[in-house]
């Protein structure tokens, strides 16, 4: 009998439909229970991966926040480029005349001529000193002049010298540059080594090349030091000596920068509303893809509170966001009072009020080991932080998908397996049908020979 290649053809029956039918009430219930699964879980890793955005945004707004110099930032100007200036956020706000009369340098020496710069010069030690700055160089009897000026700017011990050589129509020079200023620290060159002379106590220095103080006034004020950065001659004001002034003395002018205020409130006002609807969405009943999950309402409701409490401890006379003028309307989100009355300011009158005369103590509000931006920076961060909830809640249904897949795969195995044993049953049941079949074709054909029908 020749091999049976497809179910059914033995037999007759529909054998291939009924392991398509048996197989399928097999996988479907259980493709349709892991498909189930698997979107659920996908659905909420993806919640999970926007809850973590939206906070990492919005803690990306309190880092700003939580600077301590946030709010005091102050607009400098200057009439001249004869000064830089720069502050610390906290100065008084003014106008000053700043005159640079002089500059701080360093000095300069020049040693006697050589004929070249292959000349040797002797053998002994220097000793360059400027102010209280020391250090001593070994001259040996082959070192030419080059060698000189390579030992000096070799020392590890140099406070700032080096050495150079020009090479004019009248000879060689050696010549020493120290950056130490002021008029103390004039760089000397000494030798106990007579050898050494013209490199040393022989030197030759122009007025020029002397090293200077800085002098400037302020306001009529002299004021007079050794470098050429004033720190503090006005409080909190650092101002860098550029250029001579050449008889017009730079104007500075000093204010507080209202709009970096108001632009870090107006961030956090649209940050914080902006994080309120992305959880009020997560957490919605019907198209939330986390909805009634407890961390969305715990952080918003945390948040919230934060928003709404009084900080205590404060030095400033600010101690809640209503003092600046904000609070919540009826969807949770934050706005600028409309509310005034006899004794109380509207909230935008709060708020620029504030930012005219109180910019330090925002900042403290805000910043201050209990603030405001301190406290929603902490509640935060135990969520997206590397051992946070929600990064462990994320590694869980990571691990669940993966397990999930593992189940798709031993389901297609297990299917596999289940046809092949259904395929050898029919099979085999195909063959006997086939083979009854054949001998009954057998015995019909036989019994017909047997009694042959009357013509």
């Known amino acids: 009998m020749a091999n049976i290649t497809s179910l059914g053809i033995g037999s007759g029956l529909q054998l291939e439909s009924l392991v398509t039918a048996f197989i399928d009430a097999e996988a479907i219930p259980n493709e349709i229970r892991l498909q189930e699964k ?13 809850f973590k955005s939206a906070l990492s945004s919005f803690d990306t707004i309190l880092d700003k926040l939580t600077a301590s110099d946030a709010f005091n930032k102050q607009k400098v100007s200057v009439s001249s480029s004869a000064i830089e200036v720069t502050t610390n956020g906290f100065a008084s706000n003014g ?24 000349d040797l010069v002797g053998n002994g030690t220097l000793t360059l000193t400027a102010g209280t700055n020391t250090f001593d160089v070994a001259i040996d009897a082959a070192d030419d002049l080059s060698a000189v000026r390579d030992k000096i700017n070799q020392q590890a011990e140099s406070f700032g010298v080096t050495a150079n050589i020009i090479n004019g129509d009248s000879g060689s020079y050696l010549i020493f540059n120290s950056t130490i200023t002021g008029a103390a620290n004039n ?12 490199i040393s106590v022989n030197n030759t220095q122009t007025a020029e090349q002397i090293s200077t103080d800085a002098i400037i006034t302020v306001d009529g004020e002299t004021i007079t030091q050794d470098n050429n950065i004033f720190k503090n001659i006005i409080e909190d004001v650092t101002i860098t000596a550029k250029e001579l002034s050449s008889g017009t003395p730079a104007v500075l002018t000093l204010e507080q920068d209202e709009e970096n205020g108001a632009d870090l409130l107006n961030e956090f006002v649209a940050g914080f509303n902006e ?33 709404i409490q009084t900080v205590s401890g404060l030095s400033g006379p600010l101690s809640a966001l209503t003092d600046l003028g904000l609070e919540l309307d009826k969807d949770g989100k934050l706005q600028i009072s409309t509310f005034t009355s006899e004794n109380i300011a509207t909230g935008a009158d709060r708020m620029s ?31 997206i932080d590397f051992d946070g909830v929600l990064e462990q809640r994320e590694t869980s249904l990571e691990e669940r998908l993966s397990g999930v897949a593992d189940e798709w795969e031993a389901l297609e195995s297990r299917l596999r397996s289940y046809e092949d044993t259904l395929r050898k049953q029919f099979t085999a049941l195909d063959t006997t049908i086939a083979q009854y079949n054949a001998t009954g074709d057998f015995l019909t054909s036989s019994l017909a020979n047997l009694f042959p029908k009357n013509e």
Not at 97 to 116: C, E, H, P, T
Not at 277 to 297: C, E, I, P, W
Not at 357 to 381: C, H, K, P, R, V
């Open 38 to 50: 698997q979107d659920s879980l996908e659905l909420e890793l993806s919640g999970v991966g926007s």
């Open 95 to 118: 106008s000053f005349s700043v005159d640079v009369q002089q500059l701080a340098k360093g000095s300069q020496l020049k040693s006697v001529a050589y004929g070249a710069s292959t």
């Open 187 to 198: 760089l000397t060159v000494t030798t106990s080594d007579a050898s050494l002379n013209n």
């Open 275 to 307: 994080l309120v609807d992305q959880l009020t969405g997560l957490g919605a009943s019907k198209q939330g893809r986390l909805a009634f999950d407890a961390s969305v309402r715990q952080v918003k409701q945390q948040i919230t509170n934060v928003a």
């Open 353 to 383: 009020n504030a930012l005219q005369n109180n910019s330090e103590s925002i900042g403290e509000l805000f910043a201050s080991s209990n603030g405001i931006a301190t406290q929603m920076s902490s509640i935060i961060d135990s969520y």
